[in-house]
């Protein structure tokens, strides 16, 4: 365009039209549409967020559909709208200048569908708006997964102009780009769009003295919770509570390790099957991997904790007597801490209340056996039969208190691990869950 004339229209039709512009603006497509090659083109660009389509926790992709729009003024163009018929015209993008704008952040191919015409006002401003399907690259932080916020980038610059040539705007404010996003969003899947953020920015090129110049608009989505808080996290909460309750079962009554082995079980296969809908990514761990690790490492405690005490209670027939140390620290003071005190056994008592009314009396050897009357040597063996049979219920009801003692020991330590397994598992899910609230808010905040 050599100046800023008016174009002329011989009649106000599309014929007249197209013929004036053939003259002024058509073929000349190579070059930037202005008068003096120092002027920029100022480009506004805008778009709106159609949908949400995926999000790839691990090839870390960000796929949306978009609708984007520039606007951009011819230098030096215009008509009279009376004198052509119309203020403005659709023409075909390749009889005029196009602005090589693109998505820093673009992956792959573009797979919507193909327009081919623009708008021309008689004001010399072109209004190119264009579907676009954009896989881009976003850096995801998945730590928070199921409760996670991600901030993806749309990087809008020019491919191969420089800011001397091509200076970038706004076209709106980002806030009604949002609320343009919301009302025609038409996919409502698993993500959720929470805010917008825009910012303006240079990007130098090196080893020269200028830069490109970019518009940079921040995606700010949030993961819908709910189907992993159905799928994961509640079955996940009633296992371990199964497992909790099952030190209620009396171990020497029933077998409480083969009903632990079934849940460790049960919980594995669970795990296998849910493992389809965990993110992966080599980034980071997510926090709930910890919390299933939590899980599995309680449910295998719980298993040896009732291993040990099964084997306790089995095995207490064959053990020694327990060390006095023993008894003083577990069955006088840790019975007590865990309510299990144990009274004496009446057992105990008949015995010393057997050993003192039938103590046999002795019957002084002063005569040798054969010289003494029958009565007496009947009385004398009656004698030596009962001290006998003393000393063999003695001996059995020691044995027997001594097992009693190993099966009680075995009983404070069960009533004990119960105890620490509950506050170890209390302290445990209340330390996830404000390290999860932590992270979430903090996420919340920075974007």
């Known amino acids: 365009m050599k100046s800023s004339e008016a174009i002329n229209c011989s009649e106000p039709t599309t014929d007249a039209l197209l013929t004036a512009l053939k003259a002024s603006v058509f ?4 070059v930037r549409p ?35 729009y520039l606007f951009w003024n011819i230098e030096g163009l215009s008509w009279d709208p009376v004198e052509c018929g119309t203020d403005r015209i659709a023409l075909p993008r390749k009889k005029l200048w196009m602005p090589d704008i693109v998505i820093n952040e673009f992956m792959d191919e573009n797979k919507a569908p193909v327009t081919y015409y623009l708008y021309l006002t ?50 709106e404010p980002v806030e009604s780009t949002f609320q343009n996003s919301l009302e025609v969003m038409a996919t409502k899947g698993e993500w959720e769009l929470i805010s917008m953020l825009s910012e303006k920015g240079l990007l130098p090129v090196e080893n020269m003295n200028t830069s490109y110049d970019l518009l940079i608009f921040h995606i700010v989505l949030r993961r819908r919770p709910t189907m992993y808080i159905v799928n994961l996290l509640i079955p996940s ?62 449910m295998v405690a719980s ?98 208190q001594t097992e009693e003692e190993w099966v009680h020991l075995g009983q404070v330590i069960d009533r004990m691990l119960f105890g620490l397994y509950t506050v170890f598992l209390s302290v445990s899910f209340f330390t996830i869950l404000v390290y999860w609230l932590y992270w979430y808010n903090l996420t919340a905040s920075l974007v």
Not at 379 to 400: A, E, F, M, P, Y
Request: hydrophobic share 40%.
């Open 34 to 68: 202005v008068i003096y090659p120092r002027t920029p083109t100022n480009i506004s660009v805008s778009f709106t967020l159609f949908g949400i389509i995926d999000v790839d926790e691990k090839a870390q992709i960000f796929e949306s559909f978009i609708w984007r």
């Open 237 to 298: 909460c009633f296992l371990i509570t199964v497992d909790l309750f099952s030190f209620l079962l009396p171990p020497h009554e029933t077998d409480r390790s083969a009903f632990k082995m079934t849940l460790i079980l049960g919980y594995t296969v669970f795990l296998l099957l849910m493992n389809d809908i965990l993110p992966v990514t080599g980034n980071s761990l997510p926090l709930i991997n910890a919390f299933f690790s939590l899980c599995l490492a309680l």
């Open 122 to 171: 008689n004001t010399g401003l072109v209004m190119d708006d264009q579907p676009i399907h954009v896989i881009s690259s976003c850096n995801l932080d998945i730590y928070t997964f199921p409760f996670d916020i991600q901030n993806c980038t749309f990087t809008f610059n020019s491919y191969k102009l420089y800011m001397e040539d091509i200076q970038m705007f706004f076209t």
């Open 27 to 30: 073929g000349k497509t190579d």
């Open 303 to 400: 298993l040896l904790e009732t291993i040990l005490i099964t084997n306790i209670l089995c095995g207490s027939s064959n053990y020694p007597p327990l060390p006095e140390w023993v008894k003083v620290l577990f069955l006088k003071y840790l019975a007590r801490l865990v309510c299990l005190s144990k009274k004496p056994g009446d057992q105990n008592r008949d015995l010393e209340v057997y050993t003192i009314n039938c103590n046999p009396v002795k019957i002084p050897e002063t005569e040798p056996i054969h010289k003494m009357p029958p009565t007496l040597q009947e009385l004398r063996n009656i004698s030596q039969n009962l001290q006998s049979i003393i000393q063999r219920v003695d001996k059995h009801l020691n044995t027997d």
